[in-house]
């Protein structure tokens, strides 16, 4: 059997260097080559982590040692990027958001399917123990009647940082603001925990970041399929920024996870593994909300690298799929689309209002 899987990471930015730190220590994985559209990143990162760098994608994709690729480049150019990837029959790992809108995501699950590659959408925090131990609780069933769900980000970021790269907080390119960009790890986790909303009443503002186009902070409650009530909180702009929160509450139990933590963690049955969740999961693994952006160690893609690559080489099913990614994705384009409306809007039955392009 095959033992190690070679990659190649398409954008040579800031996440690109946890990619190659998570590659490099997955023991399943081999880094093998990175490109970048402009020639002095590629170059630099190529150095960096002794590996070849390409300065054209055709030269890139044309290399057989590279079987998967890591997709880091900013979020609206990731379809522009997988589409060609796809078709030179490359394994897609693709950083959060799958793409800025639902269409885009459509024809990147599309293009992985028609070329017979596996497809894998980057959200990190899915690998943590603490969600481990919370979606086995709730598939357990633990929590009893779903009432109360909620996810709150209230992150601080510097003008600096939307000044950082000429992508940051844009339509066309960053797609969102702290829904698209920052919150949208903890509802991927809301809606893996909690299943898909129903009805969506939400608001977006800009309270910090007035130079920006996208949103600075969003609100939104939320019905669930399975009938528990929710909230989404989001936003850069509350100083100094707190670890996400994110709490399931049923009738027979609850439990928070703030940043990578399990702060509480109650049910009305104490099962025999309780004690040891709640020692293991409290211990901090280093997320916070403050303006450290890239404070972010590389433990979850490490993690997520492993199980991609397993599925690749050892056929075992794919954790976090194409389909995931759209998921979330979908979710914060509603949240938009009823802020836009001004009313509920419901999911079951979609309401008509004008549109634009990054929602649909
Ligand atoms: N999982 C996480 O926690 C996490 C954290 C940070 C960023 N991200 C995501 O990673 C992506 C990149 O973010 P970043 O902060 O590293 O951005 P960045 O601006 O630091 O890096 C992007 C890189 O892509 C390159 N690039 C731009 N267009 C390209 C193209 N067409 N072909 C090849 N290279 C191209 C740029 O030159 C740049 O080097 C975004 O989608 C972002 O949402 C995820």
């Known amino acids: 059997m095959k033992q190690k899987l070679g990659f190649g990471i398409i954008g040579a930015g800031a996440i690109a260097a946890v990619h190659a730190e998570a590659i490099n220590a997955a023991g399943n994985t081999v880094l093998k080559a990175v490109y970048d559209c402009d020639p002095t990143k590629s170059t630099a990162f190529g150095r960096r982590f002794g590996i070849k760098s390409c300065t054209h994608l055709a030269e890139f994709l044309a290399d057989p040692a590279v079987e998967a690729v890591s997709i880091a ?47 894998s959408s980057i959200f990190q925090t899915r690998f943590s123990r603490a969600v481990e131990a919370v979606k086995q609780a709730v598939d357990a069933g633990r929590f009893g009647i779903p009432v109360y769900a909620g996810a709150e980000v209230c992150w601080y970021r510097t003008p600096a940082y939307y000044l950082s790269a000429p992508w940051r907080g844009t339509l066309a390119l960053d797609g969102g603001g702290a829904l698209m960009n ?41 019905r669930f399929r399975n009938g528990s009530l929710g909230t989404i909180v989001a936003s850069t702009a509350c100083a100094p920024g707190f670890p996400r929160r994110l709490e399931l509450n049923g009738t027979r139990g609850s439990a928070v996870i703030e940043g990578d933590r399990i702060v509480r963690w109650i049910f009305d049955e104490e099962f025999p593994g309780d004690a040891d969740i709640r020692r293991t999961c409290a211990e901090p693994e280093g997320l916070q909300g403050g303006a450290e952006n890239m404070n972010i160690d590389f433990e979850g893609h490490r993690r997520q690298f492993v199980a991609f690559a397993d599925a690749v080489l050892c056929g075992r099913p794919l954790r976090l799929s194409g389909s995931d990614g759209r998921r979330a994705v979908a979710l914060i384009c509603d949240v938009y689309r009823a802020a836009l409306s001004g009313r509920p809007i419901s999911l079951s039955r979609q309401e008509k209002t004008e549109v634009p392009e990054r929602m649909r």
């Open 73 to 119: 480049t900013p979020s609206g150019l990731h379809r522009e990027v997988v589409l060609p990837a796809a078709r030179a029959h490359k394994h897609i790992l693709c950083e959060k958001p799958l793409e800025i809108n639902v269409t885009r995501c459509d024809e990147i699950i599309a293009a992985c399917e028609a070329n017979g590659v596996m497809l």
């Open 182 to 222: 920052q919150a949208i790890h903890t509802l991927d986790l809301l809606l893996y925990f909690n299943g898909d909303v129903e009805e969506i009443y939400g608001r977006t503002a800009n309270r910090l970041h007035t130079g920006i186009e996208v949103e600075d902070t969003a609100a939104a409650m939320v």
